[in-house]
């Protein structure tokens, strides 16, 4: 036979998750939205290894038409 008080007894995670709900709530609307938004932007923003991947990617390229032209006409 289970005691009535165990069932009510909650686990610390469980605890810990309905503060941070009861924290979150207390924002207001607008500043929520302004988090959201931050967040997304930096999920979506480029970063410097993808602009120095673009960038060498030119710079091969145009290394390449260079090699090429220099070739064909020093022959």
């Not at 924290?23 to 930096?42: H, N, S, V």
Request: proline content about 3%.
């Amino acid at each position: 036979m289970g005691r009535k008080d165990a069932a009510t007894i909650k686990l610390p995670v469980d605890q810990y998750r309905k503060q941070i709900g009861k924290q979150d709530y207390k924002k207001t609307k607008p500043i929520l939205r302004a988090t959201k938004l931050k967040a997304e932007a930096k999920k979506t923003a480029i970063g410097i290894k993808e602009v120095g991947l673009v960038l060498a990617a030119i710079l091969a390229l145009l290394l390449a038409f260079y090699a090429f032209f220099y070739l064909r006409l020093t022959t």
